[in-house]
Every structure is written in structure tokens, then in C-alpha cells.
């Protein structure tokens, strides 16, 4: 058994949908999550940047006690994972959980046609970890598409009305030409803006959200290392941090995760 929190973070608020996911599988554990809402949004920013940021984040997770630490931004896993399983699994014992491969298992999975549309930041598509992961299936016919409008609207609590379907429009119409029959949803944002990307990929396309799989790994990864928290150390407390300004950060994250939510801070 081991109380420690573990530690999610995310360039802003979209991690919360992991943080979601988790908390539902694992309802005693505490949660340090960190919204590195001064540097968001990462997708535009070059690799070497978002590398740099990514790991200054854990580094302050690692140093405030984390049990585990989970990626929960697609763009920070794409560019930051090698060095954050050399630099913490390798070298401090403290598993690392990232959001893109959960994602491609279970896009795989279903998959009829084998035609499989990815959206992601823009850092995520140059990236191409999506279509790398992807091309250990044979036989898949990959369209990857760049939102780079969505972070910035969830991040300012948009994720309804005409500007959503604007840039959905935009951004999908050519995926929905592609004749997809899944759209993997690369970025921890986008679940918050799945109405309006399900009305323009329409009910024939399954979206697959990292976040469920994500948390699945979580679960799977405690039990098998002993991590769990113990249910009767009493009620979790968990912690939610904005490297930037925190107003937006804690009203956002009020909304979205509700009563879960115990402590906002400012870094």
C-alpha cells in the first residue's frame, strides 16, 4: 500500500478528463494534478520547448512526493516520454503512464474498415508517434489532422456554440471525407468538445477517448506494483495546481470535475 498521491498533469484543463476517468476507477486514491496553464497552449510551441516544459513539471511532481506520474497531454507524450521513463522509471522507480498508446490499442480495436482518423495539436501530428503506433497493425489507412483552435477554446470554457462547430467543421470535414469509421481524439482537450465533433463526424464514427484507456492503465499498473492506497486511510485529498493565472484554471476545474475537487492553488 502506498498513500502517496499520484501525479497527472496537462498543459492546462484537459487532463481533467483523465483525472475523471481515474478518480472513477480509483475512488480512494489522491490526486496531485498540475495545469501548466502559464506555458498552454503546448501544441504550437516548438518540440524542444515542450520537452523542456513537460519535464520541469514532473521534476516538481516527483519532488512533492508523487507515486506515479501520468502524462495526461498528447503533445507532452509524443516529445517527452523517452527522457520521462529514463529520467523517472529508470532512475527514481516511479512508473510513468502516457495517453497516446492506450488510445491506439483501443482505436484498433474498433475499427471496422481499418480507416482511423487522428486529431491532435499540431506538435502531436509533426510528431507522427500516431501513426508509428499505428503502423504496428498492417493494413491501416491513417488521416491525421492539426486542430489547433480547440485547446485554446476549451481553455477559455468554450465547448459549445457556433465557434466549436466552426472550426469542427473546418478542422473535420476533410477527416469525415477520408471515410473514417474512428477518430482517435489526441489531445486530452478534445473529449470536452465531443458533442460538437460527433455531430460533424456522425453517428457511424466512433470516438475514442485516451482518457478511459488511460486510467485503465493507471488501475492495472498499481495493483501489479502494490501502489494501491489503502481505502480505510480515510477520505483522499486532492490538489489541483495552475503554473498561470488561477481564476479560469479553478472555475474550469470546478465545473468539470465537481466535488472531487478539494484544493486550487497557484504555483
Known amino acids: 500500500m502506498n498513500s502517496a498521491p499520484i501525479g ?6 484537459g487532463g481533467l478528463t483523465v483525472v475523471r476517468s481515474v478518480l472513477d476507477r480509483l475512488p480512494h486514491e489522491q490526486v496531485l494534478y498540475v495545469g501548466d496553464t502559464a506555458n498552454s497552449p503546448y501544441g504550437p510551441k516548438p518540440r524542444a520547448d515542450v520537452r523542456a516544459m513537460a519535464l520541469a513539471v514532473m521534476d516538481r511532481l516527483v ?16 516529445v517527452a516520454l523517452p527522457d520521462a521513463r529514463k529520467r ?14 492506450p488510445a491506439v490499442r483501443r482505436a484498433v480495436a474498433a475499427s471496422r474498415s481499418g480507416r482511423i482518423g487522428v486529431i491532435g495539436t499540431q506538435v502531436t501530428v509533426d510528431s507522427r508517434v500516431y501513426e ?16 489547433p483552435d ?16 466552426t472550426a469542427a467543421h473546418r478542422y473535420l470535414d476533410p477527416v469525415r471525407a477520408a471515410n473514417v469509421d474512428t477518430l482517435v481524439l ?16 456522425g453517428e457511424d464514427v466512433t470516438l475514442v477517448s485516451s482518457a478511459t484507456e488511460t486510467a485503465n492503465d493507471v488501475y492495472r499498473t498499481l495493483v501489479e506494483r502494490g501502489l494501491e492506497r489503502d481505502p480505510a486511510a480515510g477520505s483522499p485529498q486532492h490538489r489541483f495546481v ?8 479553478a ?6 470535475l465537481g466535488p472531487e475537487v478539494t484544493t486550487i492553488e497557484t504555483a
Do not use: W
Open 8 to 13: 497527472i498533469f496537462d498543459s492546462g484543463v
Open 63 to 78: 519532488d512533492d512526493g508523487v507515486k506515479m506520474l501520468v502524462i495526461a497531454c498528447n503533445s507532452a507524450s509524443a
Open 88 to 101: 523517472y522509471e529508470t532512475g527514481r522507480g516511479i512508473p510513468v503512464i502516457e495517453v497516446i498508446r
Open 132 to 147: 508509428d503506433a499505428l503502423s504496428a497493425t498492417p493494413g491501416l489507412h491513417v488521416t491525421m489532422q492539426a486542430c
Open 150 to 165: 480547440f485547446v485554446p477554446l476549451v481553455e477559455r470554457g468554450v465547448t459549445t456554440g457556433p465557434d466549436v462547430l
Open 186 to 201: 489526441g489531445c486530452t482537450h478534445y473529449p470536452l468538445l465531443a458533442g460538437a465533433i460527433s455531430y460533424v463526424m
Open 242 to 249: 495552475a503554473t498561470g493565472a488561477a481564476e479560469p484554471f
Open 251 to 256: 472555475a474550469l476545474t470546478r465545473r468539470f
